[in-house]
């Protein structure tokens, strides 16, 4: 057997795939994440990439719904609406019109008018009122209600008319009819809407002109009820007003108190001004009390700093302290310079102590005369005191006779009041009920309108541009929360704590335009164009530099010296253990280790169909005695390195052979003849043959397929894999679609393309067609 692998070395660019960026694990091993891993995405990229990966279900979505709304649009009916507008002024709700009760109804009243105003306008009497009006149960335009009324519903009749019909007529008028409320204003808007321009004019001004009539007639008629009323209480209150008058002019004359009343009063006008008087005086004695209190007790030192400083009108006090201040600063001055026998000084202390003398007697002056100050205060006051009381005692006694004076003398007055408002009244009301006035005015007739209202085509066109948006991003979003399998290096990080070993790309066909439109990860894509056993058929792709990647998380995984038996396997099948336990083995192999690749597959093995061998026996017939090593192991002749151990025909019970001891013996005895061994088996959540042979392995690398692993299976693999205590190396998502996930690989792809030249497979031999 030959196998030489031939290099394009055609310079032409066309021939040269265009690589993409790679995963590139770090050098200190397989526990550490790369730094462009670590940094966290952009949440604006992740839900962008979510909708480009999406787009079509987001495209269909806005489609279906744009296209409905563009329907609906088209075939609506076109519906015209007239619009009225009428002012609501405020009116006096004093019908008695009594000047305490004019202009004190606060604003929010005003705006409850307004609302019951709206509620009239939409209420059933009105509308049945204006439907007799205008015969609208007689109307063809008129719409749902088609059966003509026997009777019209508002005038008297014997039979009463069928509830039903009325409630349909009533349900047809308000399903057109708009009343609301101008913000900010005065105005009530009134529209009608109807297929019939004409018909819609004439429901609007209809129904405004019975209401301004409706709302006259019940001015008119609250005006005369009104005047009945007054006219029947009038007759009593002129009875009441004769009876105290009566009363009041035989009390005047029993109690002598004729003219008199609390405002002419002179005791009580006396007794306020005493009140005032003491009131003053208390305050008078108060001060000069206190004056005087402080005045005896002060310091001399600070004497003239009180209020009885203020006091000396003359300053004679003032001007003595001057004077002391000099003397003294000039007896200093003496005594310091001549002694204080010197004759001047003696002068200058006998003058200070004259000045002394006559500050001390004008102090006790200030003191006497603030003494008798206070005591005539103090005898003013006593006298106002005896006077008040005595006045007080004379107002007591007057106020006792006029107290019924001042009952009988009210309700007289009380009595004639109101008789003579009444009576202005019901002049007013006999003048206001002949007028024809309302607070109601018309501001803008309807108008028959030339454009519909509905359908809104640019309205129903942006909603249905922002619902179709709106539901397709919806959609996109709750497709990927329902998507449970593995996309990327995050999602792994998330599932589990182990650590990931690296990414295979996928490898897709060299057509660009394909490339740009497959999204799936699926495992025929896979197969479509590229060889699988990509590290030795095309060596300097991105596939095979990720191998190479992957080979260095290997060999850096353990301290010491590398981890010689390495079980791979998968938690469901087709996941791409095989094809990741191929090509680990060819990059460690070229490197220059003796590597065996063992295929214990052995209920669909894979290993010799992806290396195209023919083997009369292998891993089956090993262990249950049928050959021996040398007749099963199978030498790659262009990776001289590597020897392959294939599975060989399937045994019944592969689980039991897989446990046996001769394989724990043949796994001891590949140690020492191999560098490293790379034992290929069934995914671990199928069958147990790789939870099996794991406690025999140095390490476990896990495979994951992106886009088709599901979250829940590899966390039960990882769970189940460390039941048995494992040494789980890591795991590696094959297949991952690098054109789908803008966001991992774009810092490695400004590179590869630098250092990596995809060759042609056209002119690259296949491992399959050069072994036999």
């Known amino acids: 057997m030959s196998l030489q692998p031939r290099r394009n070395n055609s310079n032409n660019s066309d021939d040269v795939e265009a690589l993409e960026p790679i995963d590139l694990l770090p050098v200190n091993g397989p526990q550490s994440i790369h730094p462009y891993f670590a940094q966290q995405q952009n949440p604006i990229l992740h839900y962008w990439h979510i909708l480009w990966k999406r787009k079509w279900v987001v495209l269909a979505t806005f489609a279906i719904v744009f296209a409905l709304s563009v329907i609906a649009t088209l075939n609506a009916t076109r519906l015209y609406q007239a619009t009225s507008k009428v002012a609501i002024f405020p009116e006096n709700s004093n019908v008695l019109g009594f000047k305490d009760m004019e202009n004190s109804a606060p604003d929010y009243e005003y705006e409850a008018t307004l609302e019951t105003q709206v509620a009239i306008l939409r209420s059933d009497a009105l509308a049945l009122k204006v439907i007799e009006a205008m015969r609208l149960h007689q109307d063809p335009r008129f719409a749902t209600v088609k059966q003509v009324l026997p009777e019209s519903p508002l005038q008297p009749s014997s039979m009463q008319p069928d509830p039903a019909q009325a409630a349909g007529l009533l349900g047809a008028f308000r399903g057109g009819l708009t009343v609301q409320l101008v913000p900010s204003s005065r105005l009530i808007q009134v529209s009608y809407t109807h297929p019939d321009p004409r018909f819609a004019t004439e429901v609007t001004n209809t129904l405004v002109k019975t209401f301004i009539e409706e709302n006259f007639k019940t001015k008119y008629e609250a005006v005369t009820q009104t005047s009945e009323w007054l006219s029947r209480e009038l007759a009593d209150l002129q009875l009441k007003v004769q009876t105290a008058e009566e009363k009041l002019v035989r009390y005047q004359k029993d109690h002598s108190i004729l003219g008199v009343d609390e405002k002419q009063n002179i005791v009580t006008a006396k007794l306020d001004e005493l009140n005032k008087e003491l009131t003053a005086a208390q305050t008078d004695r108060i001060e000069k009390e206190a004056d005087y209190k402080l005045a005896m007790a002060a310091d001399p030192a600070s004497f003239t700093k009180t209020t009885i400083g203020e006091r000396n009108a003359s300053g004679l006090l003032d001007k003595l302290r001057e004077k002391e201040a000099e003397l003294a600063t000039q007896y200093a001055q003496a005594t310091t310079q001549f002694g204080s026998g010197y004759p001047k000084v003696t002068e200058l202390s006998n003058q200070l102590k004259q000045v002394r003398e006559a500050i001390d007697a004008e102090k006790t002056k200030m003191r006497d005369r603030l003494r008798d100050e206070y005591l005539a205060a103090l005898q003013r006051e006593d006298l106002l005191a005896s006077a008040f009381n005595q006045q007080k005692q004379e107002a007591n006694h007057l106020n006792e006779s006029a107290i019924e004076y001042s009952v009988l003398k009210r309700d007289a007055e009380t009595n004639r009041q109101l008789y003579q408002d009444l009576l202005q009244k019901l002049k007013e009301a006999g003048v206001s009920a002949g007028l024809r006035s309302s607070n109601i005015r018309v501001v803008d007739i309807a108008r028959t309108p030339t454009y519909p209202i509905a359908p809104n085509a640019q309205r129903n066109l942006v909603l249905g541009f922002l619902l179709g948006l709106s539901l397709g991003i919806g959609l996109a ?222 390490r476990v690398i896990l495979v994951a397929r992106a886009g088709q692993t599901t979250k829940p299976a590899l966390r039960r693999a990882c769970d189940l894999l460390l039941q048995v205590n494992a040494r789980v190396m890591g795991i590696v998502l094959n297949a991952f679609n690098i054109h789908s996930a803008h966001g991992y690989y774009y810092y490695g792809g400004r590179y590869s393309n630098y250092y990596y030249h995809e060759e042609s497979p056209e002119d690259k031999p296949t491992a399959a067609s050069k072994v036999s």
């Not at 709750?478 to 290096?489: G, H, I, K, P």
């Not at 260095?552 to 095989?578: H, Y």
């Not at 001769?662 to 796994?667: E, F, L, S, T």
Request: proline share 9%; net charge negative.
């Open 477 to 698: 979003l709750v497709l990927e929360s329902f998507d449970t399998t593995v996309r990327n290096m995050d999602e792994l990080s998330e599932i589990s704590t182990l650590p990931a070993l690296g990414t295979i790309p996928l490898q897709l066909a060299n057509n660009d335009v394909l490339r740009k439109r497959l999204t799936s990860t699926s495992l025929d894509i896979e197969r479509a164009g590229l060889p699988t056993l990509v590290t030795y058929e095309r060596p300097k792709s991105e596939a095979a530099e990720a191998y190479r990647a992957l080979r260095t998380s290997i060999l850096l995984s353990s301290f010491g010296a590398p981890p010689k038996v390495i079980l791979v396997t998968s938690a469901m099948p087709q996941e791409g253990k095989t094809t990741i336990s191929a090509n680990s083995a060819l990059v460690l192999a070229q490197r220059g280790s003796r590597v065996l690749l063992v295929d214990a597959d052995l209920r669909r093995p894979g290993v010799e169909k992806l290396f195209g061998l023919r083997p009369r026996g292998g891993l089956s017939t090993l262990i249950s005695g049928s050959d021996k090593v040398e007749d099963v192991l199978l030498q790659f002749p262009q990776v001289p390195n590597l020897w392959i151990l294939p599975a060989g025909p399937i045994p019944p019970q592969p689980a039991e052979l897989l446990g046996s001891a001769v394989m724990k013996d043949h796994i001891a005895r590949w140690r020492n003849e191999f560098d490293h061994v790379i034992i290929d088996t069934p995914p671990c959540l199928s069958v147990t043959d790789a939870v099996l042979l794991s406690p025999e392995a140095d």
